[in-house]
């Protein structure tokens, strides 16, 4: 049973993403706030949580913020940065704060299920509608090499096999769908992926997922 937190300032939202979740059956609802200081008291109380879903813009104490927090604690919690990203202009901050993806506010029903699945799983999520634009409005933050010269680093420092694995991660697949496509034992895309968090000195996924978009190793879906 997945254990979610739903942390968001507007109860109508949450109300609805809880009647959403409640059609899962293999989603439990355990706690609700209405802004990031009250979900860190409850985690740091004790509350025992697979995967928080927060809101960026809150009052007293914002998502990034609280994100930050629950990185710096340690706290086993993964988050979703939920975002209405016409509006929001942080969901690259929120996820340098340690959020494993975003997803919109609006996505449907079933990609909210299956973001919470994969972030549950251990993988980032990326909402693909949005991707390309979160990267395109965020490369000012993310370094000032071109995408050949990034490229050409990345060819220097991984393997062929690495890359292939990386490009995989950047299109969205699990470590199991990894596996399957590139015909290896998913022991060995663990491997694989431990190898490029350590010699790209990336903190997750997402950062992966983020180099990979930078890199020009695969295109934006919008």
Do not use: W
């Not at 200081?37 to 104490?61: H, K, S």
């Not at 079933?110 to 693909?128: C, F, K, Q, S, Y």
């Amino acid at each position: 049973m997945i254990r979610i937190l739903l942390v968001d300032d507007q109860e109508l939202v949450r109300t609805g993403f809880r009647l959403v979740l409640s059609t899962a059956g293999d989603m439990d609802v355990v706690g609700e706030a209405a802004d990031g200081r009250a979900a860190l008291e409850l985690l740091e109380g004790g509350l025992a949580v697979d995967v928080c879903c927060m809101d960026i813009r809150m009052p007293r104490m914002d998502g990034i913020e609280a994100t930050r927090a629950i990185t710096a604690a340690g706290i086993p919690t993964r988050v979703i940065a939920l975002t209405t990203f016409d509006r929001d202009e942080f969901v690259y901050e929120a996820l340098a704060a340690g959020a494993s993806g975003f997803l919109l506010k609006d996505c449907g029903a079933e990609d909210l299920l299956a973001g919470i699945r994969t972030v549950a799983a251990g993988n980032a999520m990326l909402a693909p509608s949005a991707t390309a634009r979160v990267i395109e409005r965020f490369r000012p933050h993310m370094g000032a090499q071109s995408p050949a010269a990034l490229t050409a680093k990345l060819k220097a420092a991984l393997s062929p096999r690495e890359l292939e694995v990386l490009t995989a991660i950047a299109q969205g697949l699990s470590n199991q769908e990894i596996a399957a496509a590139l015909h290896m034992a998913e022991t060995t895309v663990k491997s694989h992926v431990g190898h490029l968090l350590s010699k790209l000195n990336a903190r997750d996924r997402v950062h992966l997922v983020i180099t990979a978009y930078d890199a020009g190793l695969v295109t934006p879906r919008r």
